[in-house]
């Protein structure tokens, strides 16, 4: 089956590029396209993301850790869809604990990075234009919750937003891929980008996932992403 969404993603690219139908006699390979006659579409230029007009926040955190009782943040990103404009807030927060050197050496966060950078609350702050009125999308959202949640009810935002997990919704609609981790998805989805394991690279690559993703599943429906 990865074969199958690697070989789909790509002529989803191949579209993108061409900016215009592509002759094509067989069946549609997956929910991305349609048929008008002998021309094939992708869904996308009927159809808009986010559905709705809604906007949509995606976020990422970078941590010291598992564990949001020990551990702390080191950086956050998200960036906001509304009304076709896109928005990205990025920054560093000071963990209040030593970075382990494993995570120093897969996120490329040192010491020095964040010794001069402000409390994560203090960054939710500054995040939280980003953050109200949208819905929220999170590959494995129960672990940036995990660290998200306390720290903005420290700092009175009181809103309880919808959430879309990618990595829910992935296993969900790409059944039997091998793993789904946000560099698989990216990667079987072709997503363009590079670099992981950096907040503003991995909100990137998980806004990428969710737009893929949104249309395999609505297939020509214009539905919320929630319901999805």
Do not use: C
Not at 37 to 51: I, T, V
Not at 90 to 108: D, K
Not at 151 to 179: E, H, N, W, Y
């Amino acid at each position: 089956m990865e074969s199958y969404y690697r070989r789909a993603s790509r002529l989803a690219w191949r579209l993108r590029q061409e900016g215009r139908p592509l002759f094509w006699a067989d069946r549609p390979p997956d929910g991305r396209f349609f048929r008008d006659g002998d021309a094939l579409l992708l869904w996308e230029w009927r159809l808009e993301f986010p559905p709705g007009g809604r906007p949509v926040a995606v976020i990422d955190l970078e941590t010291t850790g598992l564990y949001p009782d020990r551990h702390g943040v080191t950086e956050i990103a998200v960036v906001r869809l509304e009304g076709g404009e896109k928005r990205v807030f990025s920054a560093f927060s000071n963990p209040g604990r030593p970075i382990p050197p494993e995570v120093q050496r897969l996120t490329g966060i040192t010491e020095d990075d964040v010794r001069q950078a402000p409390p994560f609350e203090e960054v939710l702050e500054a995040a939280r234009p980003y953050l109200e009125g949208a819905v929220w999308i999170i590959q494995n959202a129960p672990f940036d919750l995990g660290f998200l949640t306390p720290a903005l009810a420290r700092i009175g935002f009181r809103m309880k937003p919808k959430v879309v997990d990618t990595l829910r919704l992935a296993r969900k609609t790409l059944p039997g891929l091998r793993s789904y981790r946000l560099q698989r998805l990216a990667e079987v989805l072709a997503w363009p980008g590079g670099g992981y394991h950096r907040a503003r690279s991995d909100a990137e690559a998980t806004l990428w996932v969710a737009h893929e993703l949104y249309y395999l599943r609505a297939s020509g429906r214009a539905i919320p992403l929630e319901e999805l």
